[in-house]
């Protein structure tokens, strides 16, 4: 009996102490809006909450710092300046997941409207789930004419192509960069903005036809009032690769636990077949796609890629082999490992579809088209359409 007091009071110890997580370490970002309406400039603050004690906010640079307080006030997010114009923010916090590399640290943006025009439309302020494809931004200095945004690598060993795109700016000493504004050519923002939308509908956003994109939206049977995204419509070509399948001669895992196949189509609308690699997930680690694609016949290159050991080894063996590579760092969910693809044919041209991970909780979408102009490999992709199911704006 003795024996079992001591161990019943060692599991009661044990016991209690589990219940201590409930007072875990809690953080998450938060912008706020820094107001000088004399000198017509508004200066975005990003900063970070820790168990919900007051907000820590990254330091002004140099040159700023004489002329705003160190601790500005906590969630503003407007600002009327002397000459008339009014100066909006909306921070977001991305999606956060109970699962995978950093899960529950998610992405955060901004948005920034000036006189209900939008200047910024989710501008990635900080990477989220140890994303290396990212920048974290200190603060954005507002003007009529300008932004200043200052912003800096996280603490991740960063991609290549990160690096390539941070040599491609134009920065001041204190590692700054302007961006021009034009207010005089830019459209009210036709729903952020707006009072009278109807909430549970799509707003689309077409470069080349809004009836075309408006096909891939029905009726949601569900909700009734609202819709719903439909991209298995009579007018689309389904292709083999994204229906993978472990019996196919074409598939493979990967070592890094991904699922792996390849076709031959041509993915670029150059009108020459391309091989094409799809690989994904639903994993720990990774619940999305990535794309590989190469001009020619190139089946060996599915070992080759299955073989690499490292989801972050992609790139490298992409350049090696001449492939290029897809991901969702490339789409406004700005994140490699929580975006899925699927490709698909309407009318002989090859279109893809990027939409996040959990689309139900987070309803948007983007249809791609890739250009055929430029050296191989150098073309770009076309937004067709851009699909965002109007929620509340809380």
Known sequence: ?????????????????????????????????????????????????????????????????????????????????????????????????????????????????????????????????????????SVILVTSDSLRICDHPNSLPPYKSKLEAYAKLDRDAEGCFTKELDLESQPLDPVQMAEDVQLGTYTVAATYSEAFCRKFIVPDDRRP??????????????????????????????????????????????????????????????????????SGHHPEALESLAAVEDFDDYPDWARTNGFRLITGAETPYRTDRYTHFSLFRIDGATFMLASPTNRSLRPSAVLYRHRTDGPYGRGRFDTVCMFQKILPND
């Open 1 to 137: 009996m003795e024996v079992a007091r001591k161990v019943l009071v060692i599991c009661c110890v044990v016991v209690a102490g589990l219940a201590l997580p409930a007072r875990a370490d809690w953080i998450y970002d938060v912008a706020t809006l820094q107001c000088a309406p004399d000198r017509n400039e508004a200066l975005v603050r990003i900063g970070t909450v820790h168990n919900n004690e007051a907000p820590q906010w990254h330091d002004l640079p140099e040159s700023l710092s004489p002329h705003w307080p160190a601790d500005p006030e906590a969630d503003n997010k407007t600002c009327q300046l002397a000459n008339g114009q009014q100066v909006e923010i909306q921070g977001t916090v991305g999606q956060t997941f109970a699962y995978g590399m950093n899960g529950g640290a998610p992405a955060y943006w901004v948005s920034l409207w000036i006189d209900r025009k939008t200047i910024l439309s989710r501008q990635l302020v900080r990477a989220g789930h140890v994303d290396q494809s990212g920048n974290d931004v």
């Open 225 to 294: 009032g609202e819709e719903r995204l439909n991209f298995r419509p009579p007018l689309i070509e389904a292709l083999d690769i994204n229906r993978m399948h472990f019996k196919s001669e074409r598939y493979r895992r990967a070592a890094t636990g991904m699922r792996m196949q390849w076709d031959e189509f041509d993915f670029d609308n150059d009108g020459q077949r391309d091989t094409v690699i799809r690989a994904g997930a639903d994993n720990h680690y990774i619940d999305g796609e990535i794309i590989l694609f190469r």
